[in-house]
């Protein structure tokens, strides 16, 4: 008597179990969020990236979503990825870095250089009211427009082209990031950005280190600050003509 309803509870607790664990969509997303609250804490906050925006904006984007379905069980780590093409998406932690030394504010409207997997670009969305991106590799380019759309960023444009024009029609920017390495600063970019502008580029001709370069535009001039040392995929297009 007594104990038909504690069998009863002892069911529902036992059936809640099993529908709980047993749903594979579940369990792989709250394993990828267990994963992704490590990166934030351990790979980036840790490190000293302060910005509560920044670090939410991390926590937010699905990086497992921008690299392909082989390396997803990597997404989390702090390494770059490849993502076709022979191309690669950043380390979280490089990712983080620019983004923080551009301090973008909810207003601005900023300009990346090197689409690729689209995911600077999202985090970039998330701070930012506008941003606009550049891809030299058709399909990486038309992979990242379907993928943000289909993510639901309404705030990002993605462009098919050569990066080292920047994008005329929507300067200037308050802030722009180029995510590939190029060999001197691309002057058209430099004209693009607003007075008190920020910019941050991976700057170098080695293949194997180039200097994170910030630079500040003030009075039509601008003033460069040595960041850190990084490895980046050369910037091709019309600036491999320099280098030659
Ligand atoms: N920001 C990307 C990673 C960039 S990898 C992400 O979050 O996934 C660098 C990218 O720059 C590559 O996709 C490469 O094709 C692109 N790239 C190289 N030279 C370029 C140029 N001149 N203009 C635009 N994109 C360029």
């Given at each position: 008597m007594v104990l038909e309803p504690l069998v009863k509870i002892l069911f529902i607790i036992l059936a809640t179990f099993f529908v709980l664990?047993?749903?594979?969509?579940?369990?792989?997303e709250d394993s990828y969020l267990v994963a992704r609250q490590r990166m934030v804490?351990?790979?980036i906050q840790k490190r000293g990236i302060d910005d509560p925006r920044l670090l939410e904006a991390m926590l937010k984007v699905k990086r497992h979503l921008f690299v392909p379905k082989?390396?997803?069980h990597l997404a989390y780590e702090?390494?770059?990825?490849?993502?076709?093409?022979?191309q690669t998406i950043s380390q979280p932690y490089i990712v983080a870095l620019m983004t923080y030394h551009l301090h973008i504010k909810p207003g601005d409207k900023v300009l990346e250089i090197g689409t690729g997997s689209?995911?600077?670009?999202?985090i970039l969305a998330e701070l930012a009211k506008e941003v606009y991106t550049i891809e030299i590799i058709e399909k990486l380019a038309e992979k990242a427009q379907e993928r943000l759309k289909r993510l639901g960023y309404r705030n990002?444009?993605?462009?098919c082209g050569d990066g080292f024009f920047g994008w005329k029609e929507h300067a200037p920017y308050d802030a722009?990031?180029?995510?590939?390495a190029a060999p001197k600063i691309p002057e058209h970019l430099i004209e693009q950005l607003k007075e008190g502008g920020r910019m941050i580029l991976p700057l170098g001709d080695d293949p194997f280190f180039q200097s994170l370069?910030?630079?500040t535009k003030r009075e039509g001039k601008i003033e460069k600050k040595q960041i850190t040392a990084v490895v980046f995929v050369p910037m091709t297009g019309e600036i491999e003509k320099e280098r030659k």
């Open positions: 664990n047993c749903s594979p969509q579940g369990s792989e804490k351990e790979d082989d390396y997803r702090d390494r770059p990825l490849p993502i076709g093409e022979g689209g995911y600077q670009a999202a990002v444009w993605v462009k722009i990031i180029v995510t590939c370069t910030l630079i």
